[in-house]
């Protein structure tokens, strides 16, 4: 029980620190992390074949000990050949040298399967007694020796290879070459004390320093570039107000607030631009762009304390809230008068048209919308109506 619980112990730390990485679905592009999840699949194998080991160990039970013993080695071999397959893809090398490490590797793996095999006919890396005693055998400590040796070549690699980089790519290699001299130093451990769990211990510090130095950056680095990514897709790109695709994510926001009876006061303006068809078909595109773009301005300069967003050709949406809400109609007056004088000097035309939220009957931010929609339109209906008595 006692060797359990340090094997154990690993277990849950190595869940908590890397489950997330475990049980996600990495994509084709995802190569080098999924050989990394793979790695640490192989440690978590490790792991459970190892609390196995303590408990069986003392239940005396020498059929299922023997077993696991067997399954111990080789998840040990696995885990190794798993470590430096993950390594090679991670530095992007095809030299000779990641080649001649790979198969050294692969070759480890292989003959300690086919020593395993040897080992159940005729004992050469361990046996049991009667009693459930264990004895550890020259073609383990002959592995575990191979197994320094190319940890320390690992380390080696990596760690010459991180001269030539700089800032936190250096960091990432020094730290790759850091957690094989690790892993080396607890086998030596493991080696000289049979009985005691320093090569899980090793592989819980060795996958530890990774997850701090290398995963923890690779994950900052990719928030920063999804979040560049997500900035651009947030931003229209003509009128540099909120996107679509701002408004689609800001409607489940207010909907989930509306269920939850967590907000009181807001209100939503519908805008929508007039002749912008017609701007486009007598005066071109480019006088239609800088007409939306005029349009939206408009918008901006009078509901300045609200979020904007184009949410169609030429739609677009206000969330009023604070200064905003409390101005809301003085503003939408102001806003109105504004497009009046804009159809006699010929700036821009926009209806809106605004609603606001009554806590006792609406349970959707859609509803609240259609209202406002519907005003609008009222109002784009009363702007053509004045054109066409203008014209008469």
Known sequence: MYYASFGLLAAVIHLIINGEILFRNYGKDDFVWRRYRSFLGGVMIFYVADILWGFLFDLKNVPLLYTDTTVFFLAMGLSLFLWMRFIVSYVNRKSITSKILVYSVWALFLMETVTLIINLFRPIMFSFDETGEYFPLSARYIFLGLQIILFLLISGYTL????SKKGREAI???AIGYSGITMALFIILQSKYPFAPFYSIGCLLAVCIIHSH?????RIAISHELGSVKQMAYKDPLTSVKSVNAYTEVREVF???IQNKEISDFGIAVFDVNDLKKVNDTKGHDEGDKYLKDSCMLICKIFKHSPV???GGDEFVAILEGEDYN???ALL???NSAVDE???????????GLATYQSDTDHSFEEIFQRADARMYERKNKLKESSAGTKQ
């Open 214 to 218: 290398v995963e923890v950056d690779q």
């Open 172 to 174: 990432h290699y020094r």
């Open 255 to 257: 909907d989930k607030l």
């Open 309 to 311: 967003f184009r949410i």
């Open 333 to 335: 007056q102001v806003f």
């Open 160 to 163: 010459v290879l991180s001269v």
């Open 327 to 329: 101005n809301r109609d």
């Open 342 to 352: 804009n159809k006699k000097s010929g700036g821009p035309v926009v209806a809106g």
